[in-house]
């Protein structure tokens, strides 16, 4: 049997606004009241519901779980924080350690506050001072019930959608000779953000600043608390060629500029990586593949190349998010049986991998998708709000309790 490491970390992922319901305070409420993206409401109505949610989890053989704090909750105006929210986060963790869930805090996953959006967000100078102080007063708060702090989920997928494509908040949308760039399933067309070429120097400063953000709240939470274990979340899309030396070249071009640029910036402010993982693309090859519910081709095998180039780091890492939307659950277990099979081979390699968390463990928002794509481990009856465990959800129940690859 192809065992894990003891002490492997498995379990699944969340995010606040995606599962909690009832965050009105941030960008993404205000540009879903103004009909630019689809409103969230109460969601899965996680927020009241953790306690069901997180039995499940263990059901299921979980040993781990990560999950985001909502910054509106906590700062719902500038320096003014929340006690009641943080006592919220408090009985959150509470209840995963009852459940012998190993939590996983990210301290910010997309959503920002909006005082801080409408006034510039991470465009604003002093972003990183505001992050920092901001993720310094959570983990103050929080560790003594918690050791592993994320501080930001996909910077670089935050920045493109946001300051690229204007799908996103704040619906910036660069246009380049005429031309503009935008998602192609139609999310940028429906912001009616207006494409300028100046938005192109919005992204590269958002960028920076976020690297800068990171760095910043990593010294503030150290200072806070020396033991924290603290990590950035990075999406890596994975890119790959065949033998041809021009392909090769623009896939490590395309792997630099979507991976170890930001990364570069971070890693010595990391005390471990996580490591989101969905696509791969590929330089001069013509493969065919059966596609997601989001038009991703499915290879999680893939997964492999995407943990060898956060391994250059020489630093822990593990799996933040990897799944995908399939709501038959009808391609799910080969999926997880091939990414767990494939992160397995990277550990025999020399990789240091030591949790994988599936994303999701429940149905949720898929921001500008809104509710259609079902990524979950749990089918959620969005109006009944019933959950329903997957099929799909026992192969992984399988692979937690034996800590073992699944054939």
Not at 166 to 177: D, H, L, T, Y
Not at 265 to 273: A, F, L, M, P, S
Not at 376 to 402: F, H, M, W
Request: proline share 3%.
């Amino acid at each position: 049997m192809k065992k894990f490491p003891k002490g492997f970390y498995w379990g699944a992922a969340t995010a606040s606004y995606q599962v909690e319901g009832g965050i009105n305070n941030c960008d993404w409420a205000k540009a879903a009241t103004e009909g630019r993206v689809p409103i969230c409401g109460q969601a899965c109505d996680h927020y009241h519901r953790y306690e069901q949610d997180f039995d499940i989890a263990k059901s299921l053989g979980h040993n781990a779980h990560r999950f985001s704090i909502e910054w509106a909750r906590i700062e719902p105006k500038e320096g003014e924080f929340n006690e009641e929210a943080i006592e919220h986060y408090r009985q959150v963790l509470q209840a995963l350690h009852e459940r012998g869930l190993t939590p996983f805090i990210t301290l910010w996953h997309f959503t920002l506050p909006l005082w801080f959006s409408e006034s510039g967000g991470f465009e604003r100078k002093d972003s990183p001072e505001i992050f920092a102080r901001y993720c310094a007063y959570v983990v103050s708060k929080l560790n003594n019930l918690c050791e592993h702090f994320s501080t930001i989920n996909e910077p670089n997928v935050y920045a493109t959608h946001g300051y690229l494509y204007g799908a996103w908040p704040p619906f910036k949308r660069v246009s380049i000779f005429g031309k503009s760039i935008g998602k192609e399933d139609g999310t940028s067309e429906r912001t009616s953000a207006i494409a300028k070429f100046s938005s192109l120097f919005s992204y590269f400063k958002v960028t920076k600043q976020l690297a800068v953000a990171h760095n910043f709240a990593y010294r503030a939470i150290k200072k806070e608390n020396p033991s924290a274990v603290v990590s950035v979340v990075k999406h890596v899309h994975y890119f790959y060629a065949n033998k041809n030396p021009l392909n090769q070249m623009l896939a490590i071009i395309a792997t630099y500029f979507q991976t170890y640029q930001f990364m570069n910036r971070v890693v010595k402010q990391c005390d471990e990586i996580g490591l989101n993982f969905y696509r791969s693309t590929a330089f001069g090859l013509k493969e065919t593949f059966t596609l997601t519910d989001m038009g991703w081709k499915i290879a999680p095998q893939h997964i492999y190349g995407a943990i060898k180039i956060l391994a250059r780091y020489h630093k822990p890492i593990f799996i933040a998010e990897a799944g995908l939307a399939d709501q038959l659950d009808t391609r799910r277990v080969e999926y997880i049986k091939r990414q767990v099979k494939a992160t397995y081979r990277a550990i025999q390699d020399g990789a240091d991998v030591r949790g994988h968390m599936y994303w999701s463990l429940l149905d949720n928002y898929e921001w500008a998708l809104g509710f259609e794509k079902r990524f979950g481990l749990v089918e959620i009856n969005y109006d009944t709000l019933e959950r329903t465990i997957r099929p799909s959800a026992y192969v992984y129940k399988q692979i937690c309790e034996t800590n073992a690859v699944v054939e």
